[in-house]
């Protein structure tokens, strides 16, 4: 046995109805016994706080800038700092020298540094032994500056697309040789972070998918055979503009097919409009964001899942709907090919090709069959490779490595043994 570790979790948002893995990845870890602290920088708006889960996360949250915002906190958090000042000081030199340049975002280098001061007085106080973050923009850079002035190691889970595109701008570098270590969620990812890091931290990046409960998914199916699902925001990256002109020529060939979306985002309106002027209106629903247990209700009414992006990681909407025993139909980008088998369980597109959309919907719906043999294939996928509580078990594990200063040299990160030893 080993000594309980008390891990406090970090995001720029938490919890948010979007990111649903991040707190099934919480429960997870927290199943296993360790002690699992949550922070956010911000508070979530009531929007997110769709079910029982995400309101008493919320409760039990730490929220950073609130705490920076307090005259009070603030000035007894860099009180407390200032007993090192070589740590502040190193600090204070981090969050400039990692700045992009430009008065703008040297300002805000300096916000992150105030929010870590905070965090880090926060962590100190209730004995947490690591950090792990969760997206490697702003709330990464906050983990990074609280490390240096706390010395509690942080570790973080790299997602991607967007930081991919401004790796430079977000200093990824240097986030990742000063990380303990750094979670991929895909090859592809790992790939990407490996093309900005030096090679002497390649390997401390190791594989842990994002993950679902599939028995979640169990319930009986109540399908019509006509009815397709997106979940996601609402933006035109996530190939819904490209989604409502394929459902327009796919409904020419069988007129009863409708789409619902479950979400939001800053396109909602503009896409609500885009759908009357194709005529879809009576055919489309926007349904806005729902709990994990109505997206689970869902996942047992519809046909399909649909998901047609040009930038993902690997979207754990489309394991809710494999683990659902449902087919597929997404994009061939990112990390979804290392999920999504084209043609066994799912169809894989190029992005932004109205007509292959149109004909893998409608190939999928044409075939009832078919499209319940690539459900039961997905659904073995799942259960296989993104089942969290394995995926946990292996995030729980690399935790447990480091605390014990051992670098495991994997690549995927490997399922602890059922003997082995738990917090």
């Given amino acids: 046995m080993t000594d309980q570790i008390h891990i406090a979790y970090l995001t720029g948002e938490y919890p948010r109805a979007t990111d649903t893995f991040i707190q099934r990845e919480v ?3 927290r199943d296993q016994g360790f002690t699992v602290s949550t922070c956010s920088i911000r508070r979530t708006g009531a929007e997110h706080l769709v079910g029982a889960e995400q309101c008493a996360e919320q409760a039990r949250t730490f929220h950073v800038l609130e705490a920076a915002l307090s005259p009070l906190t603030a000035l007894r958090a860099h009180w407390r700092a200032l007993c090192n000042p070589r740590r502040y000081l190193r600090a204070l030199k981090l969050a400039l020298t990692t700045s992009p340049g430009g008065i703008k975002p040297t300002i805000y280098q300096l916000f992150y540094f105030a929010e870590a001061v905070v965090l880090a007085d926060h962590l100190r106080t209730h004995d947490v032994q690591h950090l792990h973050n969760h997206i490697a923009k702003a709330s990464c850079t906050v983990a990074m500056l609280c490390e240096e002035l706390s010395g509690i190691p942080y570790s973080f889970t790299l997602h991607g697309p967007d930081i ?9 570098d240097a986030k990742i040789a000063r990380a303990r270590f750094v979670v991929c969620i895909s090859d592809f990812c790992r790939s990407q972070g490996m093309s900005f890091a030096h090679r002497r931290d390649w390997s401390r990046m190791h594989i842990v998918h994002c993950g679902v409960t599939p028995e979640r998914y169990d319930s009986a199916p109540n399908r019509t055979g006509n009815h397709l699902l997106f979940v996601g925001r609402l933006a035109a990256v996530k190939g819904v503009p490209v989604l409502l002109e394929a459902l ?4 020419r060939e069988n007129p009863e097919l409708h789409l619902s979306l479950i979400g939001d985002g800053p396109e909602r309106a503009e896409l609500e409009a885009e759908a009357q002027a194709l005529g879809l209106g009576h055919a489309v629903q ?3 964001y729902r709990s994990q247990s109505a997206v689970a209700e869902m996942l047992s009414e519809v046909d399909a899942l649909v998901l047609p992006s040009f930038a993902e990681g690997v979207p754990v909407v489309l394991m809710e709907a494999m683990a659902a025993g449902l087919p597929v139909v997404t994009t061939r980008i990112a990390g979804i090919p290392e999920l999504v088998d ?3 369980s799912g169809h894989v597109v190029s992005p932004g090709d109205v007509d292959a959309l149109r004909r893998a919907l409608r190939d999928v719906l044409a075939d009832a069959d078919g499209a319940a043999q690539m459900g039961a294939a997905g659904r073995a996928k799942v259960k296989a490779e993104f089942d969290i509580a394995q995926e946990a078990a292996r995030l729980g594990g690399l935790f447990r490595a480091y605390h014990g200063g051992k670098s495991p040299n994997v690549v995927r990160a490997p399922l602890p043994d059922k003997a082995g030893d738990r917090p």
């Fill in 27 to 29: 429960a997870a870890l």
């Fill in 342 to 344: 084209d043609g066994v």
């Fill in 286 to 288: 926007f349904l806005g």
């Fill in 164 to 172: 991919f595109f401004e790796p430079i701008r977000w200093r990824l």
């Fill in 248 to 251: 327009v020529e796919a409904r």
